[in-house]
């Protein structure tokens, strides 16, 4: 079974050619009755399909989560205009609402209408924490993906289940909805 190293309009280094190029089609090899293909090879535009092991990624392209604005995501308070600190006692901090900030100038991000922070408060708050989180839960992510690809032969079958997973979450986040469907039509 094998899953796609690459994605289309990726910029790679062609190691048996010795020159960069940008994947133009991602060409998965399936097999009737298995859920993933058999073998994933990359058209580049330079007349063969090459595997993942004759490719490299560019990292000059810094990825998402490796760009410094990630790192400004924060949980800010917001003053709650309908009720008053002496109104609320079950919430965690009376009289105000978490907001998730994901933009340096305090305005991008994710908000909750007061009436579903009134309904359950600890759920919201502990939203906040996850979401302020996951950039960082990413990366731990990304770190344990890489090693488990590095060193498969050497780890213990629970951690490489883990790393497996942790894979699995990356593609969900790095992959365009819409790249699925269309790959699977086209066979």
Known sequence: ???????KNQKVFVKP????AVVERVL?????????????????GLGREFSAGELMADKSGAPIDEMADIDNWRINRARNRWKDSEDVPNHPQ???YPIVTTDEKNWGGWRVPSA??????????FQARMIESAPHLMR??????????????????????????ATTLLRRIYETPGEVSVQVAAE
């Open 1 to 7: 079974m094998a899953k796609a190293a690459f994605h």
């Open 17 to 20: 050619v010795g020159t960069w």
């Open 28 to 44: 998965p090899q399936w097999v009737k009755g298995l859920d993933e293909p058999l073998k994933v090879h990359y058209d580049v």
């Open 94 to 96: 009376p009289g105000t």
């Open 116 to 125: 579903e922070y009134d309904r359950d408060p600890q759920r919201i708050e």
């Open 140 to 165: 731990v992510s990304k770190a344990l993906a890489q090693f488990a690809h590095q060193h498969s032969d050497d780890m213990p079958a629970e951690l490489l289940t883990l790393a497996k997973k």
